[in-house]
């Protein structure tokens, strides 16, 4: 079925009236001044870009005036206080605004959106059937809208909130079940969303607050067709939001498109690319052929246990890197666009668990994951975008621990030499000198272009020639790391069980978790690689549980 474009304009009088304006500041908000207000902003390096009357920030979880069935999972988190974005971001998002938050990545951006997201719903007439979800969040990649319905799950479990995952490579019977028996929220990847839509299996009538996680990315050249397809079929009138720690020009026009006029834009730090400041970044210039021996030199200095994620460009380089390690009795793993459903996601729950320390990736993990504890991303490859570098190396040093990358940069790579070298002068991290050399290089041949939204861009391995004095720099590589609101609409208990409303799933069959199904079936999945577990008994032996120890993760 095609789906078709509802003329929103001669029907906008017949759509139903929503609420999306829940904020009443809080006493303590109301009498600060637009000074003071000001003052916070700049101590926390808030930034309102674009907008007219923009709320003040909060400065506590209380100031945010969320219902108590919020606060209580918020409290159980033990958070401090909120991010700047979240400071910021909560306001705008509870009054109904459209917005662009942009800030670093690993600050708390997902529980930004997340807990509006609940509020929004409490405040909506209750499912139908036959109605589609009220709030829809789109993702670039599975394994991060599973990580947000994990979120939702924890922070909407409250107010039995009901939601799925929808997204492609593996039967869409559950997720069509879900659907059809109706869920508040829906967390998609673009084409399977699309899918569900043109086999009349959902729809997007009621969506009334739209969020873009990794917002520059989904409106890339990559994924631009289909999310304008999806935006089609949303009333004109939704609250969006828009999320991500890069922002680049190319992708600001089009953003506009779908966002109201009376849009709030709020940046966090700079204002240019730049990466996480507590991530100590290295970069090493280097020959092709230097990488293997160099990483392995490398890992021998750097592995004490922590987590580990190495980027290469192609899944068959990843393929190729995980083999190269195991084969010298490193545990890894790796996960790519090639790998099953299933082995995607026991990868990455071995990597999470920290069953297997060191897992191998394309850019599939460069955005968003939240995994706990990685202190080291290696750039085996160097990413294709200055942004996605920024996104990758911001797997490390999250929710305000510190991390370290390294990076190999080749001749290959020289075109984002000028790019990398503003964003590591903007960390105040050391440019290495030939990277300088590189920059100039690339602005003589014409500089990077459109290298975001092309995407496929990247200079082909070997058609340069480095003059010889762009080889290897030596080794770089420090022997350690550096280091009860009533206006929020009904209570949670006014809201009914999911059994009371006709059709609903309840809320144990949703499968929430089972997205990490068997850590049993990854261990078949090892199968392919039997000498592993000779060569380091460490991985998938008896130290499950045992990765703290960092004198068990020295290869034997
Ligand atoms: N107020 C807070 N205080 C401390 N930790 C927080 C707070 N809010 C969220 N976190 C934690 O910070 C971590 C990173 O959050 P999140 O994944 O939302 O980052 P992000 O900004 O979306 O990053 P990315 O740009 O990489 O997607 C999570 O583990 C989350 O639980
Ligand atoms: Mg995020």
Known sequence: MNLQRPNWASISSQLSKFEKNFYVEAPSVASMTEAEADEFRKHQHIAVLQGRNVPKPIRTFEEAQFPDYIMQTVRSQKFERPTAIQAQGWPCALSGRDLVGLAETGSGKTLAFVLPVIVHINAQPFLQPGDGPIVLVLAPTRELAVQIQEVCNTFGVTSKIKNTCVYGGVPKGPQ???????????????????????????????????????????????????????????????????????????????????????????????????????????????????????????????????????????????????????????????????????????????????????????????????????????????????????????????????????????????????????????????????????AVMSKASGGPKNSFRGRGYRPSGGSYMPPSSYSSSGSSYPSSSSGSASHYGPSASSRPSSSAVPGALPQAAVPAYGMYPAYGAASTSYGAYPAVGVVNPYAYGAAAGATSASSAVRRY
Request: proline share 3%; glycine share 8%; net charge neutral.
């Open 176 to 438: 069509i079940r879900d659907l059809s028996r109706g869920v508040e929220i829906v967390i998609a990847t673009p084409g399977r969303l699309i899918d569900m839509l043109e086999g009349g299996k959902t729809n997007l009538r009621r969506v009334t607050y739209l969020v873009l996680d990794e917002a520059d990315r989904m409106l890339d050249m990559g994924f631009e067709p289909q999310i304008r397809k999806i935006m089609d079929q949303i009333r004109p009138d939704r609250q969006t939001l828009m999320w991500s720690a890069t922002w680049p020009k190319e992708v600001k026009a089009l953003a506009r498109e779908f966002l109201s006029e009376d849009m709030i834009q709020i940046n966090i730090g700079s204002m240019d690319l730049a990466a996480n400041h507590r991530v100590t970044q290295i970069v090493d210039i280097v020959q092709e052929y230097e990488k293997r021996p160099k990483l392995m030199k490398l890992l021998e200095t750097i592995m004490d246990g922590g987590r580990i994620l190495i980027f290469t460009q192609t899944k068959k380089g990843a393929d190729q890197l995980q083999r190269a390690l195991r084969g010298e009795g490193w545990p890894a793993l790796a996960i790519h666009g090639d790998k099953t459903q299933q082995e995607r996601d026991s990868t990455l729950a071995e990597f999470r668990s920290g069953r297997s320390p060191i897992m191998v990736a394309t850019d599939v993990a460069a955005r968003g994951l939240d995994v706990k504890d990685v202190r080291y991303v290696i750039n085996y490859d160097f990413a294709s975008t200055a942004e996605d570098y920024v996104h990758r190396i911001g797997r490390t040093g999250r929710a305000g621990a510190t991390g370290t990358a390294y990076s190999f940069f080749t001749s290959g790579d020289f075109k984002l030499a000028s790019k990398l070298a503003k964003v590591l002068a903007e960390a105040g991290q050391e440019v290495p000198p030939q990277l300088h050399q590189f």
